[in-house]
């Protein structure tokens, strides 16, 4: 202990200077507590957005009509792009009772869907990387808002189609809006709907994304620039710390 540490008072007590403890997180090595979460932080991120990926090659909605004259039941089937299964049958059928053709459902957004899970792969990848303590927080939203967006704009047009019908329609039914989970009854169909796996794989996708922000909240909180960053993260997550020069 050195002189400059201590200081002398009358009665020869000895009071010594206060030092700051060094943090906690500080392990032995040197490094800050969860400084190895940084390389599974993007590993994270790369998973949610290969699973984004993917989703957009499957289809994401299953329907199915059952009546009398369809006991084997009629599936449409839809995806981010457009639609399968019995397209045509359910058109015919619609016809009657005025409802608009399933072609004309969300034309911009099946052309857009591309750009538009590029777009969220590409702001996970890149917040997740770059934002900094004060972002940490907005790091999941574009995964999240990828399902929330489908369920909303898919509802819109379920809506829309169930109550602008013909009023000159063959059939006359009231407005309705088909269920889009499990059992519904559209006249003398019953319906049953479900997501299917492109919606799961977005699911899981979000999970990743929310555990690749869990981790980046632990990191962040560690970090030895943790009472300086802001808006940008100054090792983006992977940078090694810069040496004094």
Known sequence: ??????TRRAGGHVHLAIVEAEPAAVASAGKPAWDWARGPVLGAGAA?????????????????????QYPKGLTLVI?????????????????????????GAAPVERHLAGYGVALIAVLTVVLLAVAGKKLNKLVAL????????????????????????????????????????????IGQFETFASPSAGFWLAIAGVGFA????????????????????????????????????
């Open 1 to 6: 202990m050195t002189d400059a540490a201590k």
């Open 48 to 68: 949610s957005v290969g699973l984004f990926v993917a989703s957009f090659f499957a289809p994401w909605w299953k329907f199915s009509l059952y009546a009398p």
């Open 79 to 103: 995806s981010l792009t457009g639609m399968g299964g019995d397209v045509q049958e359910i058109d015919l059928l619609n016809h009657y009772i005025g409802m608009k053709h399933l072609a």
């Open 142 to 185: 574009p995964a999240i808002g990828f399902p929330v967006g489908f369920l909303a704009d898919s509802f819109y047009w379920l809506y829309t189609f169930g109550h602008q019908l013909d009023p000159k329609a063959p059939l006359r039914i009231g407005a309705f809006t088909p269920e889009m989970f499990g059992n519904g009854q």
């Open 210 to 245: 929310l555990l690749a922000t869990f981790l980046r909240s632990r990191v962040c909180a560690h970090c030895a620039h943790a009472g300086t960053c802001a808006a940008v993260c100054p090792r983006l997550m992977v940078l090694p710390e810069r040496k004094p020069s």
